[in-house]
């Protein structure tokens, strides 16, 4: 089954950017996903990237997808404290049952003043 | 739109206790997922549903686990007997169809599982 790692903490500054990294195993993912999870909340969808895009900008959310090296990272513009949460990669692939869904382990944003 | 409704909030149990946890999807959602996010990990799937029917329960411990979605909407989700290595957060997701972006999975606020 697929794979997915991610770093398990970032601080950075308010203001500055902020980038995480994942990387996944399995090439065959249809889409690429990034979860936001606050302390004590579900999963909250920020972005996706369809597998045969390199690059999707959303406001301050830029992904880039690197293919060949499957990696994946998302870059956080002007960082402010509210974006202090947990952040998570998932990859999709199309099963007999639909859309399966795997996270990675998480990265831990920090955002100090 | 309501969100994804989960209760209890909280539970703690000891080992070899039951325990039961309710899901509600969002109005409408033919798909719903249970996953079990473990301190520190990302949430792993336990099992799919599509309307009433198992669509994914490869990763579901059957021996003490178990699932049910009898009418297509609400869920329960229940151990027995529960062991320590059972506590985490068990999220409820929900979607229209099977989690496209076009129609992305809603997760609810969990319920966190103590087990002593």
């Known amino acids: 089954g697929e794979d997915v790692e991610q770093s398990l903490f970032l601080s950075v500054r308010e203001g500055d950017s902020s980038v995480i990294n994942c990387t996944y195993t399995?090439?065959?993912?249809?889409?690429l996903y990034w979860y936001k999870q606050e302390p004590g909340a579900g999963l909250q969808l920020l972005t996706y990237?369809?597998?045969?895009?390199d690059m999707k900008q959303d406001q301050r959310l830029t992904v880039l997808l690197n293919k060949k090296d499957k990696h994946l990272s998302l870059r956080i513009a002007d960082t402010q404290t509210g974006d202090s949460a947990i952040y998570f990669c998932?990859?999709?692939?199309?099963?007999?049952?639909?859309?399966?869904?795997?996270f990675g382990t998480g990265t831990q944003l920090k955002v100090e003043l | 739109e309501a969100g994804v409704a989960q209760s209890p909030r909280y539970k703690i149990i000891e080992k070899r206790q039951s325990v039961a946890f309710w899901c509600n999807p969002i109005?409408?959602?033919?798909?719903l997922y249970w996953y079990q996010q473990i301190l520190g990990q990302g949430p792993k799937l336990l099992i799919q549903?599509?309307?009433?029917?198992?669509?994914?329960d490869s990763q579901l411990p059957k021996d003490r686990f178990s699932a049910e979605r009898l009418k297509g909407v609400d869920s329960t989700l229940k151990i027995q007997p529960a062991k320590l290595e059972d506590s985490a957060v068990y999220l409820c997701?929900?979607?229209?169809?099977?989690?496209?972006?076009?129609?992305?999975?809603?997760f609810g606020n969990g319920t966190r599982l103590t087990v002593t």
């Open positions: 998932a990859g999709s692939i199309l099963t007999g049952g639909g859309n399966k869904l795997t």
């Open positions: 549903f599509q309307n009433n029917g198992v669509v994914d």
């Open positions: 997701a929900s979607t229209r169809r099977e989690g496209t972006p076009n129609s992305p999975l809603h």
């Open positions: 990237i369809f597998s045969n895009m």
């Open positions: 399995d090439s065959s993912s249809t889409y």
């Open positions: 109005s409408g959602h033919a798909t």
